[in-house]
Every structure is written in structure tokens, then in C-alpha cells.
């Protein structure tokens, strides 16, 4: 325990250090299979290699544990946890109030092993600030691709302005992330690059949670779209879409978005369209699951949303079912901050319900992921990716529920989590 003690204090004080950690078993997340007995030899925070194991000095030996890469979620929001009373807190919580519960929702975050996260979706530019913080070591948290804030139409899902009353918020344009026309719609794309943002969201559908009457109505043109991806592609930007309604997800198909997140009323012919242009589908099950479940609650939701969430959580599992039968490429995301942030592992079991085998699942949170992110030093363990793992007890091939209770999180060769021993 004391060894343990100083690898954890080493790491987080972000002086050079090395780890030999031992695994039992080690998730191959390009082979999608348990390798046995391997050695992982991290200098710094990267893997300087992965080697069968031999009599050497192990500083964290998990002989009997299953070691998995870091998992990643593609889809969270760090900067808000709905509950009954998030509709009033647009009007009561100042920027220094949302930054310092996005910090608690990222420890949460990584405590549960999720170590890269795709934030789709703030307010005030939180996860910017949050991700350079985490970078520098100020606080303790995932690794943040953001967004930023979403890109909407007016009155349209991601439009901060809706359910006021007029004159109570200033009009919004696209230093807000609002958009009317090709020309705003670059200008907004210009404006997140220099904010500092990894990548662009657009609502090209409605919503469930905004208060807007439409949960899955078209919301931009193909002109705004192209004027969007083409200037995103200019600054190096992939484009992710939340969609539900199938003439916005199509549309934003055809014009070259990089994902579609949620698709809940996708059919064969969508399925069709992905598979062509190579679009992953996030499917944030969870959140489907979570706003079925709360539009029951009398007074959890107004009730121009809860008639949504009644209507669009139910489809979502059925939608990922057909999506995965049929071939199209599929990212782990879970939509957190709409369920609990640290609660992201539940996500797997409605995946499997659904009919994923757990190996395809946990690919789908390791290499699929980072293949959708862009970056080949997350979601795998091997020569010079990031040294980013979680350590299981038990096989989550035979149980998936077993991804739940992490109990060891390393992230960069830092220690974050080890309750191993206990």
C-alpha cells in the first residue's frame, strides 16, 4: 500500500516518473479480445510498451484484474445536470456557479473510468477552460474534446434565448452560437476556433429538453449546413449533429457531419445513408431512458417538454437496434448531464440489451470512439498511445455490469483511482 501510495503522489505532483503495471488480463481494443499476462511499461504519461510478463520490479500488479484502455465517453455536457429545478437555474446560476459544478462533474467523470470525454454543448465556454485546467493539472478530470457551445437556428434546440420572455435576454447571434444564414454560420465556426473549441455541435433537429414545441423538426438549411462543414473543415474541425427527426438527420448527412448523436428516428434508409458517408451514430441511450422515465413525474419537466421525453425516449433503443443490425459505425456516448455525470457505465448494459455483444460495446467506448475523436493515442494500450487504463475484478465480457464499479483509474501514467487492495 505504501508503494501504491507513492506512484499516486508522484504521478499527480507531474515530476517524471515511470510504471510497470502487470495485468492478468489486458482488453485488446483492436482485436476486441482479452490478451493474458502482459506487462505495460509507461515513462511519463505515454506506453512505452506492452510486453508478456516476466520476473521485473511491478509497481501495480493486478495479476487476477482485467485491465481495459481508458474508456471514453462521446458525448457528455460537464457544464449542467438536469434535475427539477434546471429551468430555473438558467435564471439563478452565474458563469463562476456552472464552472465550479463542472469540476465536479468531471472528477466524477473520471472516477468512474471514463478518461476522454467529447463535450458537446456548454454555457459560458466552461469546458474550455475546464480542459486547459485539467491539462495543466489544476484540477482532476477527463481529457475534453469540446465543442463548446452547440450551434443553433433561432428558436432552435440550442438557442439560449428560448423560454424567455421577450426583452428579459438580449438577442442572440453567433457570438452566442445562434445562426441565420450562411454568413452567420461561418462567422460562428470562426468564432468557436477562436474560443478554443475542438470541434463543432450542431441541433440540426428539435430537442426533447428545450422549450420548443418540436423535438425533431429540420433547423438549419443546406446552405447554412455547408457553409458550417466547410468552414469547419477549413479550421480542422469535425462536426458532430444531434439529430432526431430522419429530414434533419438526412440532411446533415449529405452535407458531411461526422456523427449523429442520439438519431432516434432513424430507418432503413438512414441506416443506408450512414453506412455510405461513413457517419457514426452516438446513441446516448441513457438519455432516452433517463426522460422516458422523468416524464412520468408530475412537475419534473414542463409540459411542452415531458410530451416530448414521452414520445422520443421510448424509440431511442429501437433506433440503435436497427442502426447496429444494419451496419453503421457506432461510438460510445451517453448524453451525461442529462442522467447523473458518473453514471456514464450504464450506458453499456443498454447497449447489450439491445443486442451489441459486451467485446463490441467496450470497442465502442475505446478504439471507435477515439477513431470518431481523431486521435490514435486514446482507446488502445500499445506503443506510444497514452497510458490512460481502468482495472475491473471480474471479466466484463461475461458481465458488462461489471464496467459500473471501476475500481483503478490511471490516466497519463497518474493514478487517479485505486481501490483495488480494498
Known amino acids: 500500500m505504501k508503494k501504491i501510495l507513492a506512484v499516486f503522489l508522484l504521478g499527480l505532483s507531474g515530476a517524471g516518473f515511470a510504471l510497470t503495471v502487470s495485468c492478468g488480463h489486458l482488453?485488446?481494443?483492436?482485436?476486441?479480445?482479452?490478451?493474458?499476462?502482459?506487462?505495460?511499461?509507461?515513462?511519463?504519461?505515454?506506453?512505452?510498451?506492452?510486453?508478456?510478463?516476466?520476473?521485473?520490479?511491478?509497481?501495480?500488479?493486478?495479476?487476477?484484474?482485467?485491465?481495459?484502455?481508458?474508456?471514453?465517453?462521446?458525448?457528455?455536457?460537464?457544464?449542467?445536470?438536469?434535475?427539477?429545478?434546471?429551468?430555473?437555474?438558467?435564471?439563478?446560476?452565474?458563469?463562476?456557479?456552472?464552472?465550479?459544478?463542472?469540476?465536479?462533474?468531471?472528477?466524477?467523470?473520471?472516477?468512474?473510468?471514463?478518461?476522454?470525454?467529447?463535450?458537446?454543448?456548454?454555457?459560458?465556454?466552461?469546458t474550455v477552460a475546464l480542459r486547459d485546467a485539467?491539462?495543466?493539472?489544476?484540477?482532476?478530470?477527463?481529457?475534453?474534446?469540446?465543442?463548446?457551445?452547440?450551434?443553433?437556428?433561432?428558436?432552435?434546440?440550442?438557442?439560449?434565448?428560448?423560454?424567455?420572455?421577450?426583452?428579459?435576454?438580449?438577442?442572440?447571434?453567433?457570438?452566442?452560437?445562434?445562426?441565420?444564414?450562411?454568413?452567420e454560420a461561418r462567422r460562428a465556426v470562426r468564432q468557436h476556433y477562436q474560443d478554443?473549441?475542438?470541434?463543432?455541435?450542431?441541433?440540426?433537429?428539435?430537442?426533447?429538453?428545450?422549450?420548443?414545441?418540436?423535438?425533431?423538426?429540420?433547423?438549419?438549411?443546406?446552405?447554412?449546413?455547408?457553409?458550417?462543414?466547410?468552414?469547419?473543415?477549413?479550421?480542422?474541425?469535425?462536426?458532430?449533429?444531434?439529430?432526431?427527426?430522419?429530414?434533419?438527420?438526412?440532411r446533415a448527412i449529405e452535407a458531411g457531419v461526422d456523427s449523429i448523436e442520439h438519431g432516434s428516428y432513424l430507418d432503413d434508409e438512414i441506416v443506408k445513408l450512414m453506412k455510405k458517408h461513413g457517419t457514426y451514430l452516438v446513441p446516448t441511450l441513457m438519455a432516452g431512458d433517463f426522460v422516458?422515465?422523468?416524464?412520468?413525474?408530475?412537475?419534473?419537466?414542463?409540459?411542452?417538454?415531458?410530451?416530448?421525453?414521452?414520445?422520443?425516449?421510448?424509440?431511442?433503443?429501437?433506433?440503435?437496434?436497427?442502426?447496429?443490425?444494419?451496419?453503421?459505425k457506432i461510438a460510445f456516448g451517453t448524453d451525461s448531464g442529462v442522467s447523473e455525470h458518473g453514471d456514464n457505465a450504464r450506458e453499456f448494459a443498454l447497449m447489450v440489451e439491445q443486442g451489441m455483444s459486451p467485446a463490441e460495446a467496450i470497442v465502442s467506448a475505446t478504439r471507435s470512439a477515439a477513431e470518431l475523436i481523431g486521435d490514435d493515442k486514446i482507446g488502445v494500450i500499445k506503443n506510444d498511445s497514452y497510458a490512460d487504463m481502468v482495472v475491473v475484478k471480474s471479466n466484463p465480457l461475461d458481465n458488462i455490469q461489471t464496467l459500473t464499479d471501476i475500481p483503478v483509474v490511471i490516466k497519463g501514467g497518474q493514478v487517479i483511482k485505486n481501490e483495488y487492495a480494498d
Not at 463542472?102 to 470525454?117: E, K, S
Not at 495543466?136 to 434546440?157: C, D, Q
Not at 462536426?239 to 438526412?250: D, L, T
Not at 414520445?311 to 436497427?322: E, H, L, S
Open 27 to 126: 482488453f485488446d481494443s483492436e482485436q476486441g479480445k482479452f490478451v493474458e499476462n502482459q506487462l505495460i511499461d509507461i515513462d511519463q504519461d505515454k506506453v512505452r510498451a506492452v510486453l508478456d510478463k516476466k520476473d521485473q520490479i511491478i509497481d501495480l500488479e493486478f495479476s487476477d484484474g482485467y485491465c481495459l484502455p481508458g474508456l471514453i465517453d462521446a458525448h457528455t455536457h460537464l457544464s449542467s445536470q438536469m434535475g427539477p429545478d434546471s429551468y430555473v437555474k438558467k435564471f439563478t446560476s452565474n458563469a463562476p456557479d456552472v464552472t465550479l459544478n463542472a469540476v465536479q462533474y468531471a472528477d466524477r467523470t473520471i472516477q468512474a473510468g471514463f478518461t476522454t470525454v467529447r463535450d458537446l454543448g456548454d454555457s459560458y465556454g466552461v
Open 134 to 183: 485539467i491539462h495543466a493539472g489544476k484540477v482532476v478530470g477527463p481529457r475534453i474534446f469540446t465543442s463548446g457551445k452547440s450551434l443553433a437556428t433561432t428558436g432552435g434546440h440550442a438557442d439560449p434565448s428560448n423560454g424567455y420572455r421577450h426583452g428579459l435576454h438580449p438577442p442572440t447571434g453567433p457570438a452566442d452560437g445562434v445562426v441565420n444564414g450562411p454568413v
Open 196 to 250: 478554443g473549441a475542438n470541434l463543432i455541435k450542431i441541433t440540426a433537429t428539435g430537442g426533447v429538453l428545450s422549450q420548443a414545441s418540436s423535438g425533431d423538426n429540420s433547423q438549419f438549411t443546406r446552405d447554412e449546413l455547408e457553409a458550417i462543414i466547410s468552414t469547419a473543415r477549413d479550421y480542422g474541425f469535425k462536426v458532430a449533429a444531434h439529430a432526431h427527426g430522419k429530414a434533419g438527420m438526412k
Open 292 to 328: 422516458a422515465k422523468k416524464a412520468r413525474e408530475d412537475g419534473y419537466f414542463p409540459p411542452m417538454v415531458a410530451k416530448k421525453a414521452a414520445t422520443i425516449g421510448p424509440i431511442m433503443g429501437a433506433a440503435f437496434k436497427r442502426a447496429y443490425d444494419g451496419g453503421v
